[in-house]
């Protein structure tokens, strides 16, 4: 389901997705409604998500890999992924549906929202989690990286292992991109 990006923080219950969105949007109107660069990037601005989120590149080739976890995601993963690719990484039934919504959050741009349903194999039953995906701009401007949060919603609040992920629901919110004048690229 499309929405409008005002309506984005509306949308958001979790504090620190409602966190990195204000962030992100108040970084996006400050570029002048383009997408923020990973650089600009300040976590001290959302620190109760730290544990949390995570930044996948896409390299030169189009092929994903992992840049940075928190620390939940880590204990997700069973062990910390930076610097693998999705490939290494994702099973061969979810790596489709996880190369699927990275791509269209670059090449659209859009933030995405999910609620999914992930299986680790370390656990019988499908633990409930909830994402935000938004994309962020290299120094030369090309969108090439993706900064999300993901809570999976546990007693204890992670899990470990691989993820199998059922998605719930999902909303996308389309970034309008301010155009660049001729002169300016001059």
């Known amino acids: 389901m499309t929405r409008p990006l005002a309506s ?6 979790l504090p620190g997705h409602r966190a990195v969105a204000r962030y992100w949007l108040a970084q996006y109107r400050a570029a002048g409604n383009r997408v923020p660069a990973l650089s600009s990037l300040d976590p001290l601005q959302f620190p109760a998500a730290l544990p ?9 080739d189009g092929v994903f890999r992992f840049h940075l976890l928190g620390q939940n995601m880590i204990d997700w993963h069973g ?6 690719t999705f490939e290494e990484v994702y099973t061969p039934t979810v790596l489709p549906a996880v190369t699927a919504m990275v791509r269209q959050v670059i ?3 859009a933030i995405c ?5 992930s299986m680790t194999r370390n656990r019988l039953s499908p633990v409930p989690s909830e994402r935000i995906a938004l994309p962020l701009a290299d120094t030369d401007g090309r969108i090439r990286h993706l900064f999300g ?10 899990g ?17 991109q301010a155009e660049i004048a001729a002169d300016a690229t001059a």
């Open 8 to 13: 984005l923080i509306d949308a958001l219950t």
């Open 113 to 117: 929202h999910q609620h999914t349903l």
């Open 79 to 84: 062990s910390n992924p930076k610097g693998l």
């Open 107 to 109: 090449d659209c741009p």
């Open 52 to 60: 949390d989120i995570w930044i996948v590149d896409q390299d030169d």
């Open 160 to 176: 470990d292992g691989l993820i199998r992920n059922d998605i719930q629901s999902e909303q996308w919110y389309p970034v309008a």
């Open 149 to 158: 949060v993901t809570v999976y919603k546990t007693r204890d609040g992670h």
